[in-house]
């Protein structure tokens, strides 16, 4: 197991030094917005980055809820943090690509806008859990990710239909996609994924020695209340 | 086991009567909820200065954010007195199920909103010279399905900010992303029948569902969050 | 053109912050573990 991670860590590094050559290099240039599309092959692989951490939060979550499993708990919290990490290259990245080429810098666009509302509402459950001092605090955060994962499809299709009302510029563009295009993108997910698991599972090494740690110090504290522990 | 939802509706009622027999005395909550929209309504007026055209535009997204400024207000102080008094551990321990007190309190929020809108709409009217141009019934089930999206949702989170260290801002800040589809289904269509512009029915139709799945949800879930106080 | 360097550029800024806390949160961790052992001695 240990092991593991240094492998995975030069093979990422491999992946996304390729992945980035591909998207600078080899993938054709756009014909109607030229090489500032090549942001594409970071926006959009960040964006299913993103989603899909955040569906494992949800499946933690209940996870949680049903089995009280820390380990559930812990992955909770790991998915969320990264996930909002990625999210924000979303946010980043989509305005960049949206004012050279739509002269822009924001568009109320169906997907930027659900990401958008999607990176608050885990910031929220970020902060739930960083300034809550009940005991049961995963419990309460668990709840407020089920309702964040309800609340998905009706902010995906509030905002849709807000859009047909007010037509803006669609970031991304709809249609077919070049093939060769297509393989560049796969590559570059492919390789943010790899890097996701590394970051999730630093993260998750971290949160389970703190949680250790904090539960020797409490220990400590109970057997030997005089000994100063902070 | 026949009599148990009887005695959970007798929770209910009895819990909804106390909380509204209290505020009658002590009408706390009414006063800075009104006070509070009235200031909101008067500075966005300063601000935008609206003509009898603009203001319908406008009007819709103004007016649900006093609203929604306001019912945090009373929602921020839903759980408090219960905090005060220790009454939440008796709850706890009670038979009653604990769904009981949430639909109380949550039905006593959505009260004292409506009563703040009804007694707002009014003013409202005069400051920005409204007048419906579409069907003005529909706000009507607007108002009523808008209202109890925030209502339900905010009173779950109010019990979720209880043990958080800065509690007073914990509530807005996990509301109003969650709100959002309801946020923008209640501006739209208010602004839709103001306009008379487009039909608002697809809103009105995203905020009954909008309703169901949260009132389901907080239902589902709230002994889970009573328990972790 | 600037902007596909700038978008670039910034994704790796905001990884590398993120791992940067991490890694810190990390140490200070393991400076509280050393205190531990010193003190179980």
């Not at chain 1, 990710?145 to 509030?158: E, I, Q, R, T």
Request: glycine share 4%.
């Amino acid at each position: 197991m240990k092991k593991a991670f240094p492998i995975l860590a030069v093979i990422t590094a491999g992946l996304l030094s390729y992945a980035l050559y591909e998207a600078l290099v080899v993938a054709p240039t756009e014909q109607t917005m030229g090489d500032v599309q090549r942001i594409f092959y970071y926006h959009v692989p960040s964006a299913w980055t993103a989603f899909l951490l955040f569906f494992i939060n949800f499946v933690a979550s209940v996870w949680y809820l049903i089995r009280r499993d820390t380990t559930a708990d812990i992955l909770a919290l790991v998915t969320a943090e990264v996930g909002v990490v990625f999210c924000t290259v979303v946010l980043v990245t989509g305005p960049l690509w949206a004012r050279p080429v739509w002269g822009i810098w924001w568009t109320w666009d169906v997907r930027l806008t659900s990401t958008l509302v999607l990176w608050l509402i885990y910031v929220s459950y970020i902060l739930l859990r960083r300034f809550s001092t009940s005991g049961q605090t995963p419990v309460l955060a668990a709840a407020l990710a089920v309702f964040g994962a309800l609340d998905v499809p009706l902010v995906y299709f509030s905002i849709w239909f807000f859009r047909t009302q007010h037509p803006q510029p669609v970031i991304g563009g709809g249609g077919s996609i070049d093939p060769r295009m297509l393989h560049v993108l796969l590559i570059n997910w492919l390789a943010f994924m790899c890097f996701a698991v590394l970051v999730c599972w630093s993260r998750y090494r971290l949160e389970r020695l703190q949680r250790d740690v904090d539960e020797t110090m409490a220990l400590e504290d109970l057997l030997d209340p005089r000994s100063s522990v902070r | 086991m026949s009599a148990a939802p009887l005695a959970a509706s007798g929770v209910t009622l009895a819990t909804l009567a106390k909380d509204i027999r209290l505020e009658w005395r002590s009408k706390d909550a009414i006063n800075s909820m009104l006070f509070f929209a009235l200031l909101v309504v008067v500075v966005f007026a300063f601000s935008f200065d609206p003509t009898a055209e603009e203001s319908r535009q406008i009007a819709g997204g103004l007016v649900w954010v006093a609203f929604l400024f306001a019912a945090v207000v009373a929602l921020n102080q839903t759980w408090a007195r219960e905090l005060r008094n220790q009454v939440l551990d008796a709850y706890r321990v009670a038979p009653a199920p604990p769904n009981s007190l949430f639909l109380a309190k949550a039905l006593g929020n959505f009260l004292f909103v409506l009563i703040l809108e009804c007694l707002m709409t009014p003013l409202f009217v005069v400051f920005y010279k409204l007048r419906a141009l579409g069907p003005g019934w529909q706000l009507v089930f607007v108002a009523i399905l808008g209202t109890w999206a925030l209502v339900v949702n905010g009173t779950f989170f109010a019990a979720m900010s209880l043990r958080t260290r800065t509690r007073e801002i914990m509530l807005p800040l996990l509301l109003f992303p969650i709100s959002i589809p309801a946020l923008l289904a209640m501006v739209e269509a208010t602004t839709m029948i103001l306009t008379g512009e487009g039909r608002a029915r697809f809103w009105i139709v995203l905020l009954a569902t909008y309703d169901v799945v949260f009132t389901t949800a907080c239902l589902a879930l709230f002994d889970k969050v009573l328990d972790a106080e | 053109m600037n902007y596909l360097y700038t978008a670039y550029a910034i994704t790796w800024i905001i990884h590398i912050t993120y791992l940067v806390t991490v890694s810190q949160r990390y140490s200070r961790l393991r400076k509280e573990i050393e205190d531990l052992r010193r003190r179980a001695k």
